[in-house]
């Protein structure tokens, strides 16, 4: 049974930087893609970044580009969301999810976490 578990939310004022790991589990196959989408309240699920299974194609949302930079380390089966200059509309909960290819699309994705909880205060 795959498992995804996000960690590494939490309170930052605003300008201050999170890092965010989701450690899979239970996957086989070819190496899988992971997205990272957030959900503040009352609003839908919005992609965020995210990774082919080589790590070498990363994909962004316009509104975190050049402030968030996804990474993985396959040898533990972790995908990173680094997560820097953080501003008050950057609060939401963070899903990691896998897939088979890298995209903006939360359709495509088949596996979810349970989410982490980013708040950042101005």
């Known amino acids: 049974q795959v498992q995804l578990v996000e960690s590494g939310g939490g309170l930052v004022q605003a300008g201050g930087s999170l890092r965010l790991s989701c450690a899979a589990s239970?996957?086989?196959?070819?190496?899988?893609?992971v997205g990272w989408f957030r959900q503040a309240p009352g609003k839908e699920r919005y992609f965020v970044a995210a990774?082919?299974?080589?790590?070498?194609?990363?994909l962004y949302a316009d509104s975190v580009k050049g402030r968030f930079t996804i990474s993985r380390d396959n040898a533990q089966d972790t995908v990173y969301l680094q997560m820097n200059s953080l501003k008050p509309e950057d609060t939401a909960v963070y899903y990691c999810?896998?897939?088979?290819?890298?995209?903006?699309?939360?359709?495509?994705?088949?596996?979810w976490g349970q989410g982490t909880q980013v708040t950042v205060s101005s």
């Open positions: 999810a896998t897939g088979i290819i890298a995209t903006m699309s939360v359709q495509r994705y088949d596996y």
């Open positions: 239970g996957r086989t196959g070819s190496p899988y893609a």
């Open positions: 990774i082919n299974g080589g790590g070498g194609r990363t």
